[in-house]
Structures are given as C-alpha cells and as structure tokens.
C-alpha cells in the first residue's frame, strides 16, 4: 500500500469509528485520559466542557496536541488512537455556532434545555480537535488503569433492611 493510499485509509478510519462511537477517550498534556462526548463535525471532533453541570477538559488548551482513542460501541475495544491538534472556538463566530448547532441536538439531560447555547457562550468552552493524520499503533497489552478520583463515587454499606426487603418481593409473588 503507497503512503497516500495508508494516509486516505487512516483519515477514512478515523473520521468514520469517531462519528459511530458516542464516548472517546481523550489525553491532552499533564492529564490522564478522560473520557468525553463528542460530535464530528466538518471534518473535526467536537466538545464541549469546563463549565458548571459539563464535562471536564483538564490539559485540554488552544494549540497544544492531544491523542484520542476511539472505542467500538459494540464491544467497547479500542478501534484506533489518532493524534489532534486542539482548536478553542471563540463564542459568537462563525465556527462557534456551527458547532453549538450539531452539538446542541447530541446533549442529553441539558438542565436549562433551549438555553444552554447562552450557558455555554457564557461559562464554557468549545474545542475542535483535528485530526493530524498520525495514528497510534495498537498497543500489544491492557492500558487498563486505575479509576480517576472523584467525589461522586462513595461507597456506603447496605442498609440493614435492604436485603429482607428484596427478599420480601421474591416470595410475595403468587402462584399459580
């Protein structure tokens, strides 16, 4: 295969498993891997974070480079990891808004609904991440690592009465 043809084939492979997988995985510099929402578009993937009730984008600044690794949604196995230069979109332009459009329509659960493209001019930040055209290769083991700290995930013991309760409902069913 020429170089050009490997360079078509890898862009093709990028830009079609990102649009499918509804989460990557992405580290920017001085930060782990995190993994985000996204849209593609125009040739770009899209985000958007750092501001109150969205996602966090540590490391993640105009100008600096990061690596994405794209999951299957099928299995969750990781398809391909492709290098990105990171692009902060100014509120108000052109590109802003045309990115806020597409990701409008992919945000679940958005607390102020047809307000949040203000929320977002106001206290987030929008990024475009293009794809540099370098691929990672595979590697040849788990990259698995720890789950990053949180504050959300606590672990508290059952309530003693939990499991007579769940008991109670197995046996109250009648039968026939």
């Not at 099928?74 to 230069?85: E, F, H, I, M």
């Amino acid at each position: 295969m020429t170089s050009a043809t490997s360079a078509l084939f890898d862009r093709a492979l990028i830009e079609e498993a990102t649009k499918k997988s509804g989460l990557v995985w992405v580290e920017g510099p001085g930060a782990p891997a995190r993994p985000l929402w996204h849209v593609w578009h125009e040739d770009a993937m899209c985000l958007v974070g750092d501001g109150p009730g969205e996602q966090p984008l540590p490391g993640l600044a105009d100008g600096v480079s990061a690596e994405v690794t794209v999951r299957s949604k099928d299995k969750g196995g990781r398809l391909v990891s492709w290098a990105a230069k990171v692009v902060e979109l100014p509120p108000g332009s052109e590109e802003w808004d045309a990115a806020v459009a597409v990701l409008k329509g992919k945000r679940l659960n958005a607390p102020d609904g047809e307000a949040m493209t203000e929320r977002w001019a106001r206290e987030c930040r929008v990024l475009r991440l293009e794809p540099t055209g370098a691929t990672a290769p595979l590697p040849d083991g788990s990259l698995a690592g720890p789950p990053l700290q949180t504050p959300v995930t606590t672990r508290r013991p059952l309530p003693a009465g939990l499991p007579r309760l769940l008991a109670g409902r197995r046996g109250s069913k009648k039968r026939r």
